[in-house]
């Protein structure tokens, strides 16, 4: 037989010519409440294609997705569920786990329309037309409601105790004979005990859930309809037992070293030290208060955690104590001499330490010292030690900690928060070393905490929301709140377990470490005529005056603002009415009163007539501010609303948070406009060498493993290519294609002109919008000469995730072909500049720069 899992087999069908992997039914897309993901869409395709087989009641009843932590294993339950009530009609689903902090969580995801991690559509589940209701239920009916979903979620314990003490009107295996069932099992390694256990003899859990192991197994086995669906990060495929077992059961896979390659969850960063644990937990907030101020800079709402791990109770309550002490007794005075030390000791420029000290000390102190204290507070810290510590208002407080309303910034733990704690905005995990052990056991629950601690925190940066990482090859302070910080001891044996541990989790860590990628420009290419006397042509921009602002036009901000408003579902709970409010929308203009800007406004500091008036100085009162048509006079916000809500029943809360949200637009973009240089369609020549130079990357090395290839940086060997001006290519994997068409035209291009040179503009040449004050930095300059003409070419890689965004870019570099008011300030030769359209891995768009290269070059 063979040792591939399912998944790798699936896969190799989908790979043969004649197979033809199936679609993700429209329905299930529809009725979920966000986007699926490249992989959960395949994993999805995995799943469909084994129930679609006539031997799926035999061969394919009990499945298991392995997928990592994170990566958002229930929106794919949620969407088996929906296949498997629409396809093969089942209608009652028992999910099962080993914990009641996570049947809480399950209840809110899978029925709570008002949650935000909902996983159904908030509208209300529709197929074919028809409204679906979701119920909650003990037992299941002997006359299932049509068009109904029926769930009991419960743990693994409760439901064997259930089935093992029959009652009356309770759930026993003589009713679930005639009733088909779909069992969803999550977190799902702790029902494998009797198969993964070589040992003759058991110890007390073992034993216990050895029986649970067997209950699964009778439960499936009562009709050949049920089928059993498993859940996990975690498993042992290298237990020769539990390989046998699941090896045609793995319908997918997305471990977490795929799942952190493709970018959706933080960077991992170790950081080292011998230092004491109060000295740590310090600087342990300081760094996450860092991030907290960094976000701000960006208008990024964020609340960063911070999470003091110990190995004791009594040293984790010692530690509480201890850091509420450290930080009342804070002062300016102590703080300077933290922040003079660690700028002495942290010379590194790279350093995430040095980078947070800089920031501290060009810092308001006083400010910085009453932030912390009124953040990290008593009533701002979770101590999960507790008998009593996953009570419902805790639970709460844990699923909800993304929430800014809640108050939540440190969780001193022992071991309560490894499984089944969904939290994106952990951003510090901190070990206390006093009473810690060194051993495997304990680092290997270390590695559980930081994989659940990676879950990437989206946000949005340039009005974009991404669920990936944004910043791995850019110096951004940004980085900073795409990355985990590991603050733990330098103690060899510890750290060597560690990372044994880390490497059986699949875990991607990097110390805080940089490399040092160099290109230095050819010498060969240094005595030719262009570096020596050779001009590169950009745009002269001209300064702006406060007389160039007179309206909301010159910030670029549009006084027609369009906003989708968000509803929730209301279930009767018990019956099939359900009050929704549908996916058909109209438009309705909201009415905004003079009283309501002036609430919005008073509300953000920065529309401070005082601070206004410094970015906007047409402007002598708010009042003008509020009338005048040329900003808010002339306001109008348009609101998408479901159809059966008029504009009339949108509260005056609601009306403020979305006047609100435009006054944050309003200001972000104020302050990214005003007095910034505007780009003129003259273009002056800068001497060659005074703009191409050597130049040094440095590379975290925490990014060095990313498998998706567009976004690797590498070096690529290039001296024996003439043509291109620099010893090493330093380029991600789109760039580096881009290499390779160049390459593939060389011999076309140097028969038709007498000089080509592709020359990698490392951050030096930028040009500037025609008659605005957005720029940008090409990546390649193709320099082209023949008899007639000096040819200068922009060319620009672009990501598909970029390619919408940046569409501006295309649109400038393309008009250079054909304004006519673009003029080139050139001595004595005749000097053509040229834009080509986007190079991206798009298909199509690559064929439209093939053939926009060709017609124009060529």
């Known amino acids: 037989m063979s040792n591939e899992i399912l998944h790798n087999r699936i896969g190799r069908r989908f790979n043969d010519i004649f197979e033809t992997p199936p679609e ?57 569920i929906l296949y498997l009530f629409k396809e093969k009609g089942h209608q009652n689903f028992v999910f099962f786990v080993n914990s009641d902090a996570i049947i809480k969580k399950t209840i809110d995801n899978l029925t709570n329309a008002s949650s935000p991690k909902y996983l159904f559509n908030y509208s209300g589940i529709v197929i ?8 909650v239920v003990d037992v299941f009916p002997s006359y299932p409601a049509k068009d109904t979903i029926y769930l009991k979620l419960t743990t693994i314990q409760k439901l064997h105790i259930d089935l093992s003490n029959p009652r009356e009107n309770g759930l026993t295996y003589d009713s679930l004979k005639e009733t088909n069932l779909v069992l969803l099992a999550d977190e799902a390694h702790h029902i494998n005990v009797l198969t993964r256990s070589d040992k003759k003899k058991l110890n007390t859990k073992e034993a216990t859930e050895k029986t649970w192991e067997s209950t699964v197994s009778k439960l499936l086995g009562l009709q050949s309809t049920n089928r059993l669906i498993e859940f996990t990060a975690t498993i042992d495929l290298n237990n020769d037992a539990l390989f046998e077992k699941y090896k045609d059961k793995i319908v997918y896979q997305y471990d977490l070293k795929k799942f952190m390659g493709d970018g959706y969850s933080k960077n991992v960063v170790l950081l080292r030290a011998n230092e004491e644990d109060k000295d740590k937990m310090l600087q342990g907030i300081l760094l996450s208060q860092y991030r907290k101020y960094v976000a701000q800079d960006y ?44 700028l002495a000791v942290y010379q590194n420029e790279n350093s995430i330490w040095r980078k947070m000290f800089l920031y501290y ?44 309303n809640n108050p939540i910034r440190a969780i001193f733990a022992v071991a309560k928060l490894n499984e089944g704690w969904d939290v994106l905005n952990l951003f510090d995990i901190v070990r206390i070393s006093e009473g810690a052990t060194n051993t495997k056991t304990s680092t290997d629950s270390e590695a559980q905490l930081i994989g659940r601690g990676a879950r990437y925190y989206p946000f949005k940066f340039n009005n974009e929301l991404s669920f990936t990482r944004r910043f791995d090859f850019d110096n951004s302070p940004l980085k900073v709140i795409e990355t985990l910080h590991y603050h733990t001891i330098n103690e060899n044996s510890y750290i060597k377990n560690l990372e044994k541990s880390l490497e059986t989790a699949n875990i991607q860590v990097q110390e805080d470490k940089y490399e040092r990628l160099e290109a230095k420009v050819k010498s060969k290419f240094k005595k030719q005529e262009l570096f020596k006397t050779g001009k590169i042509y950009i745009n002269k921009v ?23 408003y968000e509803t929730t579902v209301e279930q009767h ?77 949108i509260s005056i809360q609601e009306k403020l948070n979305i006047v609100e949200k435009f006054i944050s637009y309003v200001e972000k973009n104020i302050r990214s406009n005003y007095m910034k240089e505007r780009g003129t369609p003259i273009f002056e020549g800068i001497t060659f060498s005074n703009l191409i130079n050597d130049y040094v990357i440095e590379i975290s090395n925490i990014n060095r493993s990313v498998s998706n290839v567009t976004q690797v940086v590498r070096t690529r060997n290039m001296k024996e290519h003439d043509w291109y001006i620099y010893d090493q290519a330093i380029v991600n994997g789109l760039e580096n294609e881009m290499i390779d068409f160049i390459n593939n035209y060389m011999e076309q291009l140097q028969e038709k002109y007498s000089e080509v040179y592709l020359i990698r503009n490392e951050r030096k040449v930028k040009i500037v919008e025609f008659d605005g004050v957005r720029g940008f930095m090409p990546d390649f300059l193709l320099y082209l000469k023949d008899n007639q003409s ?8 672009k990501g598909e995730n970029l390619r919408e965004k940046d569409k501006w870019k295309e649109e400038f570099l393309l008009s250079l072909n054909t304004r006519t008011d673009v003029k080139i300030l050139s001595e004595n030769e005749k000097v053509r500049l040229i834009g080509i359209r986007f190079f991206s891995n798009n298909k199509d768009a690559k064929e439209e720069f093939r053939e926009d290269f060709k017609e124009k070059l060529l």
């Open 24 to 80: 993700v039914p429209k329905y299930i897309h529809d009725n979920l409440s966000r986007n699926l993901r490249p992989y959960q869409e395949q994993a999805l395709e995995h799943f469909i294609y084994t129930q679609r087989t006539e031997v799926a009641d035999i061969s394919f009843n009990h499945l298991l997705f392995h997928m990592a932590t994170g990566s958002g294993k229930t929106i794919v339950l949620a969407a088996t």
């Open 128 to 135: 074919d037309g028809i409204n679906v209701d979701v119920r």
């Open 299 to 342: 208008n990024i709402s964020l609340k960063p955690i911070i999470l003091f791990k110990s190995n004791k109770i009594a040293t984790s309550i010692e530690a509480n104590e201890s850091f509420l002490s450290l930080v009342d007794n804070l002062t300016n005075e102590s703080l300077q001499k933290v922040i003079e030390r660690g």
């Open 361 to 404: 000390k060009n810092k308001d102190l006083g400010k910085v010292v009453l932030d912390l204290k009124w953040d990290f507070t008593n009533e701002t810290i979770l101590n999960a030690n507790d008998s009593n510590f996953m009570s419902e208002s805790n639970a709460l407080l844990l699923n909800t900690l993304e929430d800014e």
């Open 542 to 564: 001209v300064p702006t005056t406060p007389d160039d602002y007179q309206s909301f036009k010159d910030y670029n901000v549009s006084s027609t603002y369009e906003m989708l």
């Open 573 to 649: 709970y018990g019956t099939t009415q359900v009050n929704s409010a549908g996916s058909n929308r109209h438009i309705e203009q909201l009415d905004i009163s003079k009283n309501l800007l002036r609430k919005a406004i008073q509300r953000n500091s920065f529309f401070r007539f005082n601070n206004l008036r410094n970015f906007v100085p047409s402007i002598s009162s708010i009042r003008e501010f509020i009338e005048k048509k040329e900003f808010l006079g002339s306001l109008s916000i348009n609101i998408s609303l479901p159809q059966g809500i008029s504009v009339g029943e």
């Open 790 to 797: 000096t040819y200068q070419v922009f060319i620009e890689p």
